[in-house]
């Protein structure tokens, strides 16, 4: 199985401020043929189901605000909020789809400094 | 819009078959693959495995063939099958329509808890 990596398991961010998480693969993500990264980030609330922020690592889902953008290539990736607003906490989860089974990163708590 | 629904019982005794059924509306399930996700309780999240309208499957090897989903395509359903349930099959249940394995819609889960 392909192991997902976030760091840091928490992190707390002042207001208006960026902040980026991090999220390591266990072999490459990138599929030559089509030279797309299968990696998607996921945030979650509380009581709510995960939503898909972000898919071939840096294409934002339809709605998602533009202060959210996905980098990084092969086994590297990061997840950067540009300006951080207070409906932004939440766990932030990575997981690639290069290959069954799919998997997660454990995920990365977001609060406000 | 796109709108999936988790239904099936909320409490499963250990040793029995948990079974849940993921309703989709606003879509057919035709068009893409319908995976299931769990996360325990104040955990991270599980890929269960997925099944496409033909009827092939995929399941997650560390679930140890204790799994079996199934699709009724006349009423746009998909169904999970967890055989021999223990306590560490606690948790939120989730649908999710599957693009490839990447899961643009969600349904809103459902607490599944094993225990007698």
């Known amino acids: 199985d392909i192991v997902m990596t976030q760091s840091p398991d928490s992190l707390a961010v002042s207001l208006g401020e960026r902040a980026t998480i991090n999220c390591k693969s266990s072999?490459?993500?990138?599929?030559?043929?089509?030279?797309?990264?299968?990696l998607t980030w996921y945030q979650q609330k509380p009581g709510q189901p995960p939503k898909l922020l972000i898919y071939w690592a840096s294409t934002r889902e339809s709605g998602v605000p533009d202060r959210f953008s996905g980098s990084g290539s092969e086994t590297d990736f990061s997840l950067t909020i540009s300006s951080l607003r207070a409906e932004d906490v939440a766990v932030y989860y990575c997981?690639?789809?290069?290959?069954?089974?799919?998997?997660f990163g454990q995920g990365t708590k977001l609060e406000i400094k | 819009q796109v709108q999936l629904k988790e239904s099936g019982p909320g409490l499963v005794k250990p040793s029995e078959t948990l079974s849940l059924t993921c309703t989709v509306s606003?879509?057919?399930?035709?068009?893409?693959?319908g995976s299931w996700i769990r996360q325990p309780p104040g955990k991270g999240l599980e890929w269960i495995g997925y099944i496409y309208y033909t009827g092939s499957t995929n399941y997650n090897p560390s679930l140890k063939g204790r799994v079996t989903m199934s699709i009724d395509t006349s009423k746009n359903q998909f169904s999970l099958k967890l055989s021999s349930a223990t306590a560490a099959d606690t948790a939120v249940y989730y649908c999710a329509r599957d693009g490839g394995g990447d899961f643009h819609y969600w349904g809103q889960g459902t607490l599944v808890t094993v225990s007698s």
């Open positions: 072999q490459s993500v990138l599929y030559s043929s089509n030279n797309r990264n299968y």
């Open positions: 997981q690639q789809y290069y290959t069954t089974p799919y998997t």
């Open positions: 606003g879509d057919s399930i035709s068009d893409y693959y």
